[in-house]
């Protein structure tokens, strides 16, 4: 777990082997960046598989599950999943951001973002599982 100044907004880290108990360490992240949150996660990580997750996001009961299956199955180095963009204000600008967050118009060709409708390659993906 990586945090800045007293807060964990950097970034948390679970570090793990497929059916073992999780591995938890406090890091404290002094350049207050969630990018250097995340290269000091890589930097302390131990076993399997490492996966990043940031702050506000969650998952459903079964993707760690999935997502394993599919690094074991394909035998790639590095597997995500699509985001749904839930706005965390639901007036008409929280929808609006959203939306474009959501689209080739905001986010270009980040499927990750845009969503796609089989497994396939992409050039980037978002809380991804590093085998």
Partial sequence: MTGKGGEFTGGIWV??????SINLKLLFNSKKSLAAAWNLGIENASGKYLFA??????????????????????GEACCGACLTTIPQNKDFFGRIIGQVLSSKIGVGNSKFRTGIKR???VDSAHMAWIS
């Fill in 119 to 121: 497994t396939e390659y």
């Fill in 53 to 74: 997750m940031n702050a506000h996001a969650s998952v459903n009961k079964n993707y760690f599950k999935k997502i394993v299956q599919s690094l074991e199955k394909t």
């Fill in 15 to 20: 570090l793990g082997k497929k059916n073992t």
